[in-house]
């Protein structure tokens, strides 16, 4: 199969194989990054949703707590997203959780959300979040639906936030 069969169109939605070869060029990548860091680090590959999803995880204390800052992660995934789009030839919406990072995120805004809900419930007409990416406006849309309220994204770029109101 060539790398052009690999990728989907554009408005197509990835198929299992196209995905689980994204997960496997990410894979590699993520493990050459780890070598030449010199971190130890387990790799898990996962497709679900109509994404490919890279886990990194330690079994024993390590280097790569360093590597699961927020920022990081970000960084780190968008530098694998390009290897993958390099290798496949198609646009990657590829997720890496390192040390669990993504799952402490989420609380995070769980917790966030939350609090723009109280405001909303002492009287304010929409309580605004921060900017964040689109993966986690994504989250905080399904938080906020969760609890009955309504969220919609605003703003450009690095400026893209959700605003959060009663609906």
Partial sequence: MTDQELAPAQDEAPTITQLEEEGDVAADYIEEFLDICDIDGDIDIDARNGRAYV????????????LSRPDTVNALQELTRLAVQNRT????????????????????????????????????T????????????????????????VSESHGEGR???????RG
């Avoid at 886990?55 to 360093?66: A, C, F, H, Q, V």
């Avoid at 929409?126 to 009955?148: F, N, Q, T």
């Avoid at 400026?159 to 109101?165: A, F, G, K, S």
């Fill in 55 to 66: 886990s990194i995880d330690s079994p024993t204390e390590s280097n790569l707590r360093l």
């Fill in 89 to 124: 030839g198609g646009f990657s919406r590829l997720i890496l959780d390192i040390g669990g990072s993504r799952e402490a995120r989420q609380q995070e805004l769980g917790a966030l959300v939350e609090r723009a809900v109280e405001r909303i419930e002492a009287g304010s």
């Fill in 126 to 149: 929409e309580a605004a979040l921060p900017p964040m990416s689109s993966y986690e406006r994504k989250l905080v849309h399904d938080i906020v639906s969760a609890r009955g309220f």
């Fill in 159 to 165: 400026d893209r936030h959700t605003v959060i109101t």
